[in-house]
């Protein structure tokens, strides 16, 4: 198994990350992965993202391994922005290999459903009247429910 989490301020290769879940394996068959962007709706200027640096990397590898613990999976690659982000910029990957797509897709979808939720980031939105920070939705919780 080979999983790897990076929080980082630079951008990253959707391309060469998700060729990146296969590379040297012959038994991989099924990819799913997860590009999320900063949405630009409204009023959105920008959106900066703080974390605790050793906190926010052990949440996201017990993330990772919670699925890899419900689904066969061969590889896992999570990156996470942080920092000042403008709208339409690369903000989260999420990409999982498994030998069967329902795994794949199952646990992409747990991942990413728990690191909207779980994962000790603090989001502050900037608009034209001013700033604030953010809470996690309450969509956001009840898409956690399917996990339980």
Do not use: N
């Not at 605790?52 to 689904?71: D, Q």
């Not at 999976?73 to 690369?90: K, N, T």
């Amino acid at each position: 198994m080979s999983s790897q989490v990076s929080v980082q301020h630079e951008d990253f290769d959707v391309g060469a990350e998700t060729a990146g879940l296969s590379r040297g394996r012959s038994d991989t068959g099924a990819i799913a992965s997860f590009l999320g962007l900063v949405r630009g709706d409204g009023a959105l200027a920008a959106m900066t993202l703080e974390h605790y640096p050793a906190m926010t990397e052990k949440a996201l590898a017990g993330i990772v391994a919670e699925a890899e613990s419900r689904w066969p999976l061969l590889a896992v690659r999570v990156i996470h922005r942080v920092g000042r982000l403008l709208p339409g910029e690369r903000i989260v990957f999420v990409g999982v290999a498994s030998s069967h797509r329902q795994a794949a897709f199952e646990a992409c979808a747990f991942i990413m459903d728990y690191l909207k939720t779980r994962a000790p980031f603090w989001k502050k939105e900037e608009t034209p009247a001013g700033s604030r920070w953010v809470d996690a939705r309450e969509s956001d919780e009840a898409a956690l429910t399917r996990w339980a």
